[in-house]
Every structure is written in structure tokens, then in C-alpha cells.
């Protein structure tokens, strides 16, 4: 059918005047006349000591799939926003105690929620501190945060942490080759091309994107037709 399905990950795409490189872990390279960049956003981690090696070992990772596994036990959920609001929210459904930490002076979380987050007595808001560390023996133990304005580190005794801090462009890869606005997304025009001819970038890698599923499939159908135009142009010109 002429579609060839390839898994890896990228690892660099190299711009030439005709046609583009994309290299893969392991070193597998393919070329292309255009590319499609739609590799989206994922989840910011906390940074912090701990958080890998309790992965999957109390570092939750979603609370409607995992809080019944805390039913009865304290959780603490990093992010004050929409996401971390629901999220403290589900989990005091079964945990004892849901400590909800925010770095920054008040929630962003939209009004209703937070009216929600505030009357719900199972949880306890603690803001202007970062986490600093997740604590365990061979499990989840506790969070160590610390208080943005004076540095005072306290203890928080948890068997779980989920992280809502926020979403990150996976656009590393192209960075030489297209602009990037202030929060790292690619800018592209209305047909989807960035500033390299060749390479377009659609869904919710691109700038301005709204994060919903209709506006990635026209991205995407937007870039499709950009690049059929840019293949067909090559072609008539050889």
C-alpha cells in the first residue's frame, strides 16, 4: 500500500537542499523530501532524587487508574493546576490525607475547582514549596518539600506521589531547524511549515496549538497537504 511503518526513536534530522535525513536510535537513516513532525508533548517529571528509582513503585501515574491501590493511605500530588486539581480530587475519593503542593503563592486551577480542592477535607494544600526529594525503602515513604520564599525543608509521610507539573514540546530534534516560541513549541504558518522547507509540524508540538484531538487532525491534514504540494513541485521539476 506504500506505507511503511518504522518504531524507534529520533535522535537528529539533517536538512539538505533536496531532501532530509532522519536518523533513528541505532543508527538506521531514512531520507525523505518532507517530513511531518508530530511527536507531541509529554509530561514533565519532577527532577528531583527518587523519582525514577520509585517508578512504578508508588510514583503514581494516573489517578483514576491507581487510587484505589492508596485506599486508606496518605498521597501527596505535585501541581496546582486544572490536571493536579482533579487528580487530588480523585484520590480523596480513597486516600486518608491527599497533600496537594504548589510552588507557586495561590492555585491555578480555575475558580470552581479550587472551591472544590479547599472544601474537600481529606486534602490539605501546601503552597509556595517545591518537592526535593522522594523518600522510600523499596517503595514510596514520603516527600521531602521545601518553602520557596525561606528554604525550610519539611517532611511529608505519603506512600504515593503524582506529578502534574506541566507538559513539555519532545522537539529536540529539530530545534536547528525551526523557530521556537517561548514555551519550546515549533512556529509554523497556517500550512503547517516551518522556517526549513521540507519540515512541517503539526498537533500540539506546534505554537498556538489548543491541546485538542480535531485540531490535531487538521493540523495534520493541513501539513498533509503541504507536503503533497512540496513533493508534487519536486517532482515537476526534475
Do not use: W
Amino acid at each position: 500500500n506504500g506505507v511503511v511503518l518504522l518504531e524507534g526513536d529520533v535522535e537528529e534530522i539533517e536538512a539538505y537542499s533536496s531532501c532530509h535525513a532522519v536518523t533513528l536510535t541505532g543508527g538506521k537513516t531514512m531520507t525523505s523530501s518532507a517530513i511531518i513532525v508530530a511527536s507531541g508533548l509529554a509530561e514533565k517529571t519532577l527532577g528531583v532524587p527518587g523519582e525514577a528509582e520509585y517508578r512504578d513503585k508508588g510514583m503514581i501515574h494516573c489517578a483514576a487508574c491507581d487510587a484505589s491501590l492508596y485506599s486508606g493511605q496518605p498521597v501527596a500530588v505535585c501541581g496546582g493546576g486544572t490536571a493536579g486539581a482533579i487528580e487530588a480530587l480523585h484520590l480523596a475519593r480513597f486516600a486518608s490525607r491527599v497533600y496537594l503542593v504548589e510552588r507557586a503563592d495561590a492555585l491555578s486551577a480555575p475558580p470552581k475547582l479550587r472551591e472544590r480542592l479547599l472544601s474537600e477535607p481529606r486534602i490539605e494544600v501546601h503552597l509556595g514549596q517545591r518537592p526535593l526529594e522522594v523518600l522510600g525503602n523499596g517503595c514510596v515513604r514520603a516527600l521531602k518539600v521545601i518553602e520557596v520564599a525561606n528554604g525550610e525543608i519539611r517532611t511529608l509521610d505519603v506512600s504515593g506521589v503524582l506529578a502534574r507539573v506541566g507538559f513539555e514540546p519532545q522537539c529536540a530534534y529539530i530545534e536547528s531547524l525551526a523557530d521556537l516560541d517561548p514555551d519550546g513549541r515549533v512556529v509554523v504558518d497556517k500550512g503547517m511549515r516551518t522556517r526549513t522547507p521540507g519540515i512541517f509540524a503539526a498537533g500540539d508540538i506546534r505554537s498556538g496549538a489548543p491541546r485538542r484531538v480535531r485540531d490535531a487532525i487538521a493540523d495534520a491534514q493541513a501539513a498533509a497537504v503541504s507536503a503533497f504540494a512540496l513533493l508534487g513541485a519536486s517532482s515537476s521539476d526534475r
